[in-house]
């Protein structure tokens, strides 16, 4: 691929005050337009390593670039970067004291001046887009899990972001409203959005992952191809990681 | 027997027992060969007195027949003098006056000492809130600031005021501070509750703030807002919901606390209560009376917040 890199991690370590090493040495480059999705043990660093790609997490060594910014440089400007980089989380995040529309039009509006037209326009378009045109002045509390992860989803596309980082969008839902989440993010992935996702739902990564990555205390131990990953697991670890989810 | 049924009983047990507890006191206040004296108190919630109309030179008092019309002429000299607008005519036709004696009496109905001094207590507890609520915001966030320098100012604040009693700071505003800045009373008192009070709140903000989760402050940064934004846009409006039950009862104290300035030279209700001991000498009456005054006020208050709780309540 000749598409330019967006995510550049070089040798990322992770010590926490306490001592432990939550990553050492991971190293992972993310292209445009590319879906990569990590995998993993729980507990082997996957969330953590995603998330010192907008800065939620500040690393101890080695350097991070997203989209031209120098993470791990001093002063780093994390607010331009995060304007960039769209987040996901487990556990949606939603602002509960606003409706579906305001959470999607605040940021825009805040941070990117937008007028509240606008914003208005560009979130209600979102919502379409992921089905919830009706939800818009409801509250996050009188949406399923489902939708408001999928409001969440829209939230970070709000900003319009360079990419996306996931981080297990699906894990705390109930298991019938898993598929209306994965089915967005595959919309997203097939329209050419970057993304960067850490999940247990294997079947998502075969089918729309270009790159897998296993993970594990807090190593990136080997990234292929789904197919290759799956059909042909190079690692003894991996194999035995696969043996149990699938 | 139903839950109902069940409940009513307690209640009116309840009721009972207060009943039981009233009617030992009273029993209680016969014994001590105490004179209730109840029907002295409305005069001095609302007060007849009316002004008095004085004599402006000395004179002799002429009252018409009907005794609606009442003037004076001047002892030496023919000066004359009409009074207008008075009720009560206290002095008879060719009574000989002098210059500052009362000859009448306006008929005005006015608030009495209980209620000018319910009034000074509601006007320097409503004044010391603003003050308070602001106080404690700015130091509440200082309490929670990346800051060390302003987490440093915010907790020493916070710790000198809550370790020291309120009525030592009462007494070191009055004559420190007040001298030294030239403060009136109402000014010393009004900077004593609200720094007091302040204090309180910044811990009660602090709180609300740390109650919010943390993954708030993570998402709203996630899509860029700056810390002022996360603060203002989503971290206040969610610890304002918390915070919100605590300020009342810290506001319900501001205005029992606020009986401390009667120390100085103000008259709020507890002084007010107290020059009317002094002129009635019936304690238990005025005591009494002055005590359903501030529970009427701390009432009012707390049903106005109980229904700013619910209206906030509704948006979850």
Not at chain 2, 100 to 122: C, S, Y
Not at chain 2, 215 to 227: F, K, Y
Request: contains cysteine; hydrophobic residues 50%; aromatic residues 8%.
């Amino acid at each position: 691929m000749t598409n330019p890199v967006l995510i550049e991690a070089k040798n990322v370590e992770k010590r926490y005050p306490n001592g432990v090493l939550g990553l050492k040495t991971a190293s992972l480059a993310v292209k445009a337009g590319e879906v990569v999705v990590i995998v993993g043990p729980s507990g082997s660093g996957k969330s953590t390593l995603l998330r010192t790609f907008n800065g939620l997490e500040a690393i101890t060594a080695g350097e991070i670039v997203v989209d031209g910014h120098g993470l791990h440089e001093r002063g780093a400007d994390l607010r331009a970067l995060r304007q960039r980089v769209g987040m996901v989380f487990q556990q949606f995040n939603l602002f509960p004291h606003l409706t579906v529309l305001e959470n999607l039009t605040l940021a825009p509006r805040k941070v990117l001046k937008l007028s509240e037209s606008e914003a208005v326009e560009r979130a209600l378009a979102l919502l379409k887009k992921v089905g919830l045109s009706d939800k818009a002045e409801r509250y996050p509390s009188q949406l399923s899990g489902g939708q408001q992860q999928r409001v969440a989803i829209a939230r970070a596309l709000a900003m319009q972001p360079a990419v996306i980082l996931f981080d297990e969008p699906t894990s705390a839902l109930d298991p019938e409203m898993v598929g209306e989440v994965l089915e967005v993010m595959r919309q997203l992935a097939t329209e050419g959005m970057t993304m960067c996702v850490v999940t247990h739902e294997m079947g998502f990564a075969r089918a729309v992952a270009n790159r897998v990555i296993f993970m594990d205390a807090g190593e990136i131990l080997c990234e292929d191809p789904p197919a290759a990953f799956f059909d042909a697991p190079k690692h003894e670890r991996l194999r035995s990681f696969l043996r149990q989810v699938l | 027997m139903s839950n109902t049924t069940t409940r009513w009983l307690w209640h009116a047990l309840a009721v009972a027992l207060l009943a039981a507890l009233g009617t030992g006191l009273y029993i209680a206040s016969k014994r001590i060969d105490y004179t209730w004296r109840w029907e002295r108190i409305p005069q001095y919630l609302i007060s007849t007195e009316g002004e008095d109309l004085k004599a402006p030179f000395d004179g002799f008092i002429v009252v018409s027949e009907d005794g609606k019309q009442l003037s004076m002429t001047a002892m030496r000299g023919s000066e004359t003098h009409d009074f207008t607008g008075f009720s009560r005519i206290l002095s008879n036709n060719g009574d000989l006056v002098f210059e500052g004696d009362v000859v009448a009496k306006t008929d005005q109905v006015g608030p009495g000492p209980l209620l000018v001094g319910l009034w000074l207590t509601l006007k320097i507890s409503a004044l010391s809130l603003v003050f308070a609520l602001l106080l404690g915001l700015v130091f509440g966030l200082g309490r929670v600031s990346k800051n060390p320098a302003a987490r440093d100012l915010a907790a020493f604040y916070v710790e000198v005021i809550r370790g020291t009693p309120l009525l030592v700071q009462i007494f070191i505003v009055y004559f420190f501070i007040g001298t030294v800045l030239q403060l009136s009373a109402f000014a010393a008192g009004v900077v004593a509750l609200a720094v007091f009070t302040g204090a309180y709140v910044a811990e009660i903000v602090r709180a609300g703030i740390e109650a919010v989760p943390k993954r708030q402050t993570e998402a709203a940064q996630s899509v860029g807002l700056s810390g002022a934004q996360t603060m203002m846009y989503v971290i206040l409006p969610q610890a304002t919901r918390r915070i919100l039950p605590p300020l009342a009862g810290q506001s319900i104290n501001l205005i029992k606390d606020s009986s401390l300035v009667s120390v100085m030279a103000l008259t709020d209700l507890t002084k007010a209560g107290r020059e009317v001991v002094s002129s009635t000498f019936s304690p238990f009456e005025v005591w009494f009376t002055v005590a359903l005054m501030y529970l009427l006020l701390t009432g009012v208050l707390s049903v106005a917040v109980r229904r700013l709780e619910k209206r906030y309540a509704s948006q979850d």
